[in-house]
């Protein structure tokens, strides 16, 4: 029904930056909170940040004051941008977006995830 699509991953050295954006699109009436997720080799998903409709924010205590999650409503987009990547941020990024349908229900989607890989 709805579809997640990330960009923005890639290779940077520790201390770089890298900025990740996820569009969504589909039979879209309202989109509540989005967010991204991460997952290294060997471990379990995690939650990176949280951005909801409104303006509040929520980040992992390990990301925070490193990473910043915004939105573009317009675009139906959300971005992470991250700085001070070490080499622990390296995992596969998934988009997250509680989505409200055409038909006012609320579904739970997922991107496909982005590759990040901090390595010097």
């Known amino acids: 029904q709805v579809q997640l699509v990330e960009s923005g991953g890639g290779l940077v050295q520790p201390g770089g930056s890298l900025r990740l954006s996820c569009a969504a699109s589909?039979?879209?009436?309202?989109?509540?909170?989005m967010g991204w997720y991460r997952q290294a080799p060997g471990k379990q998903r995690e939650l990176v940040a949280v951005?909801?409709?409104?303006?509040?924010?929520n980040y992992a205590d390990s990301v925070k004051g490193r990473f910043t999650i915004s939105r573009d409503n317009a675009k139906n987009t959300v971005y992470l941008q991250m700085n001070s990547l070490k080499h622990e941020d390296t995992a596969v990024y998934y988009c997250n977006a509680d989505i409200r349908s055409t038909t006012r229900s609320t579904t739970t989607s997922w991107g496909q995830g982005t590759q990040v890989t901090v390595s010097s």
């Open positions: 951005i909801p409709s409104g303006s509040s924010t």
């Open positions: 589909g039979s879209i009436f309202s989109i509540n909170a």
